[in-house]
């Protein structure tokens, strides 16, 4: 059954976080704070809090090709969001499935390194994130860690070596990377888009705030969200940009409101719901 004035349907595929601020659960909240219904697929059972990650189990990838024909058979996906992706195999199984049933916007959170520093996969999960996960991509959105991760590279620590990192971003075949800043340091938080028609930079004033926790994945799926929202006529730069650019401004507008939850004793999540509550 389907509607014109129903909300567009978004799916995520990602880890679990029993703490409610990042992967799944993170995502859920912020598909719905934005006007979209939320759907999930689970890759990984995580033992995580704010203060860290304890364990990582990965759902066997049988278990998630399931997951994804049965809920993609049924129900029309406008965006997915693409999180922790464990192994090769796991992410040939995601590839196949979304050829099978390509929703209209593929968005890839490349989480393979937590905020506390966690490393989240090995090395052939890794390959497998940027050989067959970041061809699919239309919009990829790397933190300077996970960029770093990627390309087998050092991390950046300024915006110089920022930019220079960037082309080889854009060679792994998203047509779209947000390169984000928030590692570096300074009164700015500076995040550098990649599109077709070139390069720029999207900077928003630094909160100083600790609750940092989900930042990655509430981007992610906030971009997701908002091509989401785009009518189907619509699917050019100007609406791409804007879609990103958005999401940008939530985020921030969540970190600014984050002091108003008390969730654990490490870095709390930022405030999914702060136009809401």
Same mark, same amino acid.
């Given at each position: ?59 066997? @990838?049988? %278990? ?20 922790? %992706?464990?192994?090769?195999? %796991? ?56 960029? *770093? ?28 990377? %947000? ?14 888009? @990649? ?8 900077? *928003? ?12 994945? *509430?981007?992610?799926?906030?971009? *997701?969200?908002?091509? @989401? ?49």
């Amino acid at each position: 059954m389907t509607s014109a004035s129903a909300p567009p349907n978004v799916l995520t595929i990602a880890g679990s976080d029993p703490s409610g601020g990042a992967g799944l659960q993170g995502d859920i909240k912020t598909f719905s704070a934005l006007g979209t219904y939320a759907t999930n697929v689970v890759t990984a059972v995580i033992a995580q809090n704010t203060q860290g990650v304890q364990a990582v189990h990965p759902v066997p @990838a049988d %278990v998630i090709g399931e997951q994804l024909d049965n809920l993609l058979g049924d129900v029309r996906i406008e965006a997915v969001k693409i999180g922790m %992706v464990a192994s090769e195999t %796991v992410a040939a199984t995601i590839r196949d499935a979304l050829h099978r049933h390509r929703p209209r916007w593929i968005v890839l959170d490349p989480v393979m390194v937590a905020k506390s520093g966690d490393i989240l996969v090995d090395r052939a999960g890794i390959r497998a994130v940027r050989d067959i996960l970041v061809p699919l991509a239309d919009v990829i959105t790397p933190n300077l860690p996970e960029a *770093a991760v990627l390309l087998d590279a050092e991390t950046p620590r300024t915006t110089e070596a920022m930019a220079t990192l960037l082309p080889e971003l854009t060679r792994l075949g998203a047509p779209y990377v %947000v390169l984000k800043g928030g590692h570096l340091s300074g009164a700015n938080c500076p995040d550098l888009l @990649a599109t077709p028609q070139g390069v720029e930079w999207l900077e *928003a004033p630094r909160i100083a705030t600790d609750n940092l926790h989900g930042t990655g994945c *509430a981007l992610s799926s906030a971009v *997701a969200a908002h091509l @989401a929202h785009l009518p189907h006529t619509v699917s050019d730069h100007d609406a791409i940009h804007a879609a990103i650019s958005d999401a940008k401004r939530w985020l921030h507008t969540a970190l600014d409101a984050s002091t108003r939850l008390a969730v654990g004793q490490g870095r709390g999540p930022v405030h999914h719901f702060h136009a809401w509550w």
